[in-house]
């Protein structure tokens, strides 16, 4: 996958040698997040968080609840059954004072195509990871590592 600098409409190509991803090529992706099996792939496009196998055909789509910004999602983990999938976003702030944005991180549920888990991160968050069965995200946060459960 490679990205052109600019708006992401266009932008976001996937080349591959391997002929069973060629009808990938034209998929309007800004940025891969992960291979949830060897046959299928999330990226983020336009607000929302896609899936897709192989041939093309989406598996998954669901709305991220971050207005576009100058940065795309992040991955952060999937869980090992790969029924879950954390990303985190920058999110505008509604009171804006000093930086206008925070990250917040996103657990989609992959077989029910919902959000189960929402949080906003501190400004000084350096890393995140999601358990291996999904139910725990670490945060680490002002020099601590948080652990919180995730339904």
């Given at each position: ?32 997040l ?83 888990f ?11 990871a ?22």
């Amino acid at each position: 996958m490679y990205t052109v600098t600019g708006a992401c409409t266009g932008s976001g190509h996937i080349v591959s040698e391997q002929h069973r991803w060629r009808s990938l090529d034209n998929i309007p992706a800004c940025d891969p997040l992960a291979f949830i099996t060897p046959e299928s792939l999330a990226y983020a496009f336009d607000e929302h968080l896609v899936v897709v196998d192989s041939t093309g055909k989406e598996l998954f789509q669901a709305g991220i609840p971050a207005s576009a910004t100058f940065q795309a999602p992040s991955f952060v983990g999937l869980s090992e059954d790969h029924t879950r999938l954390a990303i985190t976003a920058l999110k505008k702030k509604t009171l804006a004072s000093g930086w206008p944005y925070h990250r917040e991180v996103f657990i989609y549920d992959l077989l029910s195509h919902h959000i189960i888990f929402k949080r906003a991160l501190e400004s000084d968050s350096a890393a995140w990871a999601l358990s291996p069965d999904g139910h725990q995200l670490a945060i680490i946060s002002q020099g601590s590592l948080l652990l919180i459960p995730v339904p």
